[in-house]
């Protein structure tokens, strides 16, 4: 989080100050890349790369603070989730071929790796073995940082909803996690 | 992190990394962020909040190498043109100077401009042949100019005379008081007589009807 600065950092970037953009960038950017490589892998560097360039265009007009920037920053980016799955669910599914089905057979599981090592690759791998619609609040609560109500007014769904998806989805996770702690 | 629909006790021991106001006691968070409890247990909680930390952890490398482009994006759109935009409008002015230097450009432009002025001035002032005139007309109708009126013929076609003669009585002559017995019709009897109007004077000589008029 920038904090107190943000204003002026906000400020500055609407003015045309590329070190200020980039503060911007700098502090969203990782953050950003985790949640779409989380939900929408394939594409997530080119909506990353959208997402921020439909940022700058809107940046002038923009008014908030550094939360309502976070939220409009990733509800921009959820857009392209969601325009990406629905072109996923018009294309026609290929099989999967042998030799594949068995490398991923033999993949190790991505809880065991972040067992293994807890790096934010890994994280977000075993975050994204929670249904989507879980997976995604949690990544809009826990990497956006985005309150309980502002993930709401992102996803569309009552507050209500959101903790309640919040909470089975770290239950989920924290159940898999000590599972595989006491599987020898 | 309380509600109707969950338990204020059941999410006591999540680990949110930048949670505000309110939602758990500072040091059940500190605790799950510093890692696993020393006595060795683990409910999984706290691998989670190794986990959640590891999600929210500053970004490395390779999630800023993008930096520079994003930079060059912003100052394109800063200035007010996009790179696609830039590209565009650098291609229609390379083609737009290099269409304008041809010399033999400007001068088919040149050679149109005098062209069209000049067919537009003579067929306004009628100096043009008709085909032409029509051809002309016709051309520079859609440019708003409007094709003259023909004049109307001020005698039917059935009448007599000459096209002179027409003339002669369009212009009034036929109306000019009667030659006086004996006497010549004097200039000062029409306006045009008395500039000494050659054609007048034709029309005058052509039609019959002026033939009291005496040839000067």
């Known amino acids: 989080m920038i904090g107190e600065s943000f204003d002026g950092v906000l400020a500055g970037a609407q003015d045309g100050d590329e070190m200020a953009f980039a503060c911007l960038w700098r502090e969203t950017n990782p953050l950003l890349l985790r949640f779409l490589r989380t939900l929408a892998r394939p594409v997530a560097e080119d909506a990353a790369a959208e997402t921020w360039v439909q940022v700058v265009r809107g940046l002038g007009s923009f008014r908030g603070n550094e939360i309502q920037f976070r939220a409009w920053l990733f509800t921009i980016a959820r857009n392209k989730v969601v325009d990406w799955r629905r072109a996923q669910a018009r294309r026609p599914v290929a099989p999967l071929d042998d030799e594949v089905a068995e490398s991923l057979l033999t993949t190790r599981d991505a809880a065991e790796a972040a067992l293994e090592e807890l790096s934010t690759e890994s994280a977000l791998a075993l975050i994204a073995t929670l249904p989507p619609a879980t997976a995604e609040v949690v990544l809009l609560r826990v990497v956006a940082d985005l309150d309980v109500a502002t993930v709401a007014a992102t996803v569309g769904r009552s507050p209500g909803a959101v903790r309640v998806a919040v909470h089975r989805g770290l239950r989920r996770l924290a159940d898999s996690l000590r599972r595989e702690r006491v599987t020898p | ?216």
């Open chain 2, 1 to 216: 992190m309380s509600g109707p629909d969950v338990p204020p006790d059941e999410m006591v021991n999540f680990p949110w990394p930048g949670e505000r106001a309110g939602a758990m006691p500072t040091q059940d968070l500190q605790a799950l962020l510093n890692g696993p409890s020393s006595s060795g247990e683990d409910d999984g909680w706290a691998t989670l909040a190794g986990l959640l930390r590891a999600v929210a952890a500053p970004g490395r490398a390779e999630e800023l190498a993008g930096l520079a482009a994003a930079v060059a994006v912003f100052r394109h759109e800063r200035d007010g043109i996009s790179p696609v935009h830039r590209r565009d409008e650098a291609r229609r002015t390379t083609m737009l100077s290099t269409f304008m230097s041809s010399r033999t450009t400007v001068a088919a432009f040149a050679a149109a401009a005098v062209g069209v002025s000049a067919t537009a001035a003579a067929a306004c002032t009628g100096a043009l042949p008709e085909p032409i005139k029509r051809t002309a007309y016709r051309i520079l109708g859609a440019s708003g100019l409007q094709q003259a009126q023909p004049v109307p013929d001020p005698l039917p076609t059935n009448s007599a005379g000459s096209a002179p003669a027409r003339l002669h009585r369009a212009v009034g002559f036929d109306r000019l008081p009667p030659a006086r017995p004996g006497g010549r019709r004097t200039r000062e009897g029409h306006p045009l007589l008395r500039h000494g109007d050659g054609q007048a004077r034709q029309a005058r000589q052509a039609d019959q009807g002026a033939a009291a008029l005496p040839p000067e």
